[in-house]
């Protein structure tokens, strides 16, 4: 039974015997130092418990004001190497997962992790998954293909087929021209995330899986500012409507969406395009570009909690659930 209350679907964790990471990732392990989490040499401005400890994470999540918080894995543990000891990485950290989340009393639940190169065995995967785990945390892109075509795709239809939330993390993929102002991540990931949501509505997936339940994080990044771009593009152009997809503001409004804009005038754009009942509480925690309180924002322009949480408990399939 999760708790009544608000519930913050976009907030991390991750044990720190996984902290070596994924085998074959790219990026350096984790390791935590005089308190603070590091990628190899680089500082990342995280307590290491906040990451790691679930005694902090739920002190946190009450000093927020929330119910409940759903963790996922940072997006530097997604599995995004084709690699043998994949699976084994993937089981381990499931199996934390669930662990954590039933011994929360009501206050955590998760989103798993499934092996992004392998449909075959990410479905099975998600077809043991504890009831505590409503879904799937996944990246953006997979190389250079997003949810229109390759395994990506295959992966969200097995998670609609089985009923399970998505949620989509950037990865804050390095870019040549992103390397100063930390603009890998004030641009980098918003623009992963729009290229994400454009494939989701251009590439016939939403059409393909109508009961499909896939949330687009920091507030779509910059796809609320295109859908009448892409709207234009569909109408004048037969590429764009290659895949015979509905217009894409009809495809939009199919999208879920956290409220982590960092702006008011953001959020209100975002809910003049997206249904207003796909609309959830996040906060990246604990991460730099996060927030401590992630329901000041949604409040401020009428998202009380009675909506969002009413609305995450739709995407999370909770409505049957019992509040404590």
């Known amino acids: ?15 720190q015997e996984l902290f070596g990471l994924p085998p074959g990732s790219p990026l350096p392990a984790l390791n935590g130092r005089d308190g603070q989490l590091h990628l190899g040499e680089l500082p990342l401005s995280i307590a ?4 790691s400890d679930p005694q902090r994470v739920l002190a946190d999540t009450d000093a927020a004001g929330l119910g409940s918080r759903v963790l996922s894995a940072p997006p530097f543990a ?53 009831p505590a785990i409503r879904g799937i945390a996944v990246p953006p892109l997979l190389g250079n293909e997003s949810f229109d075509r390759g395994p990506m795709r295959d992966i969200v239809g097995i998670a609609a087929e ?9 990865m804050q993929l390095p870019r040549p021209e992103w390397t100063s102002y930390y ?46 771009r892409w709207q234009h593009g ?29 702006d008011g005038p953001a959020l209100e754009l975002l809910r003049a395009h997206a249904d207003p009942t796909h609309l959830v509480c996040g906060s990246d925690y604990p991460f730099d570009m ?15 909690d009675d909506v969002l949480e009413a609305n995450a408990r739709r995407f999370l399939d909770l409505e049957g659930d019992t509040h404590v």
């Open 48 to 51: 290491t418990d906040a990451m």
């Open 234 to 262: 569909w109408q004048a152009r037969a590429d764009v409507r290659s895949a015979g997809t509905a217009a894409p503001r009809d495809g939009f409004a199919k999208l879920w969406f956290d409220t982590l804009t960092h």
């Open 290 to 304: 996060g927030v401590e309180r992630p329901l000041d924002l949604p409040h401020s322009v009428g998202l009380d």
């Open 183 to 228: 603009l890998v991540n004030l641009i980098g990931n918003p623009t992963e995330t729009a290229t994400a949501a454009a494939a989701l509505v251009l590439g016939g997936v939403l059409e393909q899986h109508p009961d499909l339940r896939i949330a687009m994080l920091h507030g779509g990044g910059c796809a609320p500012a295109l859908v009448g």
């Open 1 to 15: 039974m999760i708790r009544s209350g608000a519930i913050d679907v976009h907030a991390h964790w991750l044990p």
């Open 162 to 170: 089985e009923n399970l939330a998505v949620l989509v993390h950037p």
């Open 78 to 130: 997604f599995p995004v190497t084709d690699d043998p000891g994949v699976d084994g990485y993937v089981g381990a950290f499931n199996d934390a997962l669930a662990q954590v989340c039933h011994d929360s009393d009501g206050r955590l639940l998760g989103l798993g992790l499934v092996s992004l190169h392998d449909p075959d065995a990410a479905r099975k995967q998600m077809a043991t998954f504890d």
